[in-house]
């Protein structure tokens, strides 16, 4: 009869972000937090409210997406002249204006980056659910690190509501639907982000590695 081995406790290796001191322990329990002892900055705020309003968000997200980019945000028209603006026409309206690489920061800020995001989250959030995708999660967890602050919603909303002011007195200015999308598309990515517990992934994949370690 073989001993059973009992499943060792799961310690956190983690980097202060602030003064890169290396700390290990137990993460934060619900309700408290971990402060940095060398620089009392807050590493980790324990909750418990797990993935699945990250996942609601991420699908609202997606959903709000496809009206924010397809349909137009703003009408404007001057006498008999009138053109509707989209979020992909002024994309192309800088890309035939011979602003090449401008162009393409407001496609990836705008467009491609608050996409890969929602994408991102739904995939660590249900991903983390299944072994076979261990390795993949953890390179998504990094991949999401490095993409979260380029999408820049709040930056093109600034504009637009720029443009309301400055061209309203100029001519006729409507909002449309698609404005309305956009908006609330802004305000879902960053409450998915705020929602978003990243060592609730992490302790996941630990939890499984562990238990891989004591069948063995």
């Known amino acids: 009869m073989e001993p059973v081995r009992s499943v060792e406790p799961i310690y956190w290796q983690r980097a202060c972000h602030e003064c890169d001191l290396l700390l290990s322990g137990d993460p934060a329990p619900p309700g408290r937090a971990l402060v940095c002892p060398r620089c009392h900055c807050t590493l980790q705020r324990g909750t418990n409210r797990g993935i699945y309003p990250t996942i609601a968000l991420s699908l609202t997200g997606l959903l709000l997406f ?3 980019a397809s349909l137009p945000l703003l009408t404007f028209s001057l006498f008999s002249l009138g053109a509707e603006n989209t979020l992909l026409n002024g994309v192309d309206a800088l890309y035939q204006g011979g602003f090449m690489w401008l162009s393409a920061l407001v496609l990836f800020c705008s467009v491609l980056a608050p996409l890969a995001k929602f994408l991102l989250l739904l995939f660590l959030c249900c991903g983390s659910a299944w072994g076979l995708l261990d390795r993949p999660v953890a390179n998504a967890v990094r991949w999401y690190q490095h993409i979260k602050d380029w999408g820049m919603l709040d930056v093109y909303m600034l504009g637009l509501l720029v443009a309301l002011v400055k061209l309203r007195d100029l001519g006729q200015l409507e909002v449309e639907p698609g404005l309305y999308c956009f ?22 994949l630990a939890q499984r590695r562990a238990a891989r370690g004591a069948g063995r």
Request: glycine share 4%; net charge neutral; hydrophobic share 55%.
């Open 183 to 204: 908006g609330a598309m802004m305000l879902v990515a960053n409450l998915a982000s705020l929602s978003f517990d990243q060592n609730a992934i992490w302790q996941r």
């Open 66 to 68: 496809v009206p924010s």
